[in-house]
């Protein structure tokens, strides 16, 4: 763990920011991502200093040179996390240290400096607070954080990782995933392209990940899909991830998800979804599916239902898979009742609608 001895944070509050009626607009209608609040947290690193220069200041672009290490080695990685409204007025946040805890995950595997867990959520809780007014009270609607790290020393030397880094916090408005209700996804089974490799930085929340699952995810909706499925790199039979999301099947009372094995993102909503299922009459199962498992389970009954669960989506249910060579139905395509059950669950919890029996949920203000 990299110690940050004494680290304080400077407020530098915008002077500028969005008036009440601006912010209120843009409310009414926030879309996922497209907007952002009037502050944002940033930290450096300087090895042998360690972190520093810890600030709350006015959202705003930032300056880099051309040549500092993130735009030529991919350096960097993120997190994502959101902030609900409950029913009381008060900001709560859903499970953050185990995203501070993910977050160093990432950066051991970039070679990257790791940030205390305390001052992870300690800048999440003043960002939130200090921008308290750009949280929903629409039903449904969140406030999405994204924290991320950069590597910020100038130069083109590949040998070596950057002596300097910057730890940013931004924040945006969101609305529910779900505009017209919870609609099942059509996906497309990648065999042509790979996600991750054993040794590599499956596991990270690295944006070069998504980077390279862009072009299957394009070749995904030019077959009429929704979404892309991704395969082993090996075998390119046994299922792993939905896009950046993990994957549940459900077979009578068991819930059945791919095992982690470092290719895999380990969600922080499927490790609720593994913990939770016990109370909702359900049976946790980690291992191996094939996508001739997957078809034949599907066509026999055996697998009734199909979701795919994340921070942005909470629980999104699958209805239809369609391969280079395959194509059916996931039950009869509908969201089905232990799908729409796992996420009222979820959901109630984040809201506070729904006892919080696992101390999940962490007040802000």
């Known amino acids: 763990m990299t110690s940050a001895p004494q680290l304080s944070f400077d407020v530098q509050l915008n002077a500028n920011g969005r008036t009440p009626a ?122 999405y954080l994204r924290p991320f790290m950069i590597a910020t020393q100038v130069g083109l030397g590949v040998n070596y990782p950057s002596k300097t880094y910057r730890y940013l916090a931004i924040a945006s408005p969101a609305a529910s995933y779900f505009s017209g209700g919870v609609t099942p996804v059509s996906v497309w089974l990648s065999t042509e392209y790979t996600r991750a490799a054993p040794g590599g930085t499956g596991a990270a929340k690295c944006g ?65 979804i593994l913990t939770l299922a016990a109370e909702l009459g359900l049976k946790a199962e980690e291992g191996r599916l094939s996508i001739e498992e997957w078809q034949s389970g599907c066509e026999s009954g055996e697998i009734s239902e199909v979701f795919a669960c994340g921070t942005a989506a909470v629980v999104t249910p699958v209805g239809s898979v369609k391969g280079a060579d395959r194509a059916w139905t996931v039950g009869d395509g509908t969201p089905g009742p232990v799908t729409l059950k796992v996420r009222e669950e979820l959901v109630g919890i984040q809201y506070g609608t729904r006892p919080d029996t696992h101390n999940w949920i962490h007040k802000i203000c």
């Open 22 to 143: 601006e912010r209120e607009q843009v409310l009414a209608n926030p879309g996922f991502g497209q907007t952002f609040t009037d502050h944002m947290i940033s930290v450096d690193y300087t090895e042998g200093r360690g972190w520093h220069d810890a600030g709350l200041v006015p959202y705003a672009p930032l300056t880099l040179d051309p040549a500092t290490a993130v735009f030529h080695y991919a350096q960097e990685f993120f997190e994502g996390l959101k902030a609900y409204r409950q029913g009381n007025g008060s900001v709560v946040s859903f499970r953050p240290y185990a995203n501070a805890a993910r977050f160093n995950l990432s950066a051991q595997r970039m070679a990257m400096p790791e940030l205390p867990e305390s001052v992870f959520v300690e800048s999440l809780e003043l960002l939130v607070q200090t921008d308290r007014e750009w949280v929903p009270t629409t039903e449904g609607h969140s406030l």
């Open 208 to 272: 070069g990940n998504y980077a390279a699952a862009f072009v299957a995810q394009r070749q995904a909706v030019a077959q009429g899909c929704d979404q892309v499925v991704w395969l082993d790199s090996h075998e390119h039979r046994w299922v792993e991830e939905m896009g950046g999301m993990n994957l549940f099947f459900v077979r009578g009372d068991k819930l059945f998800t791919p095992a982690l094995t470092g290719t895999l993102l380990p969600g922080i909503t499927r490790d609720s």
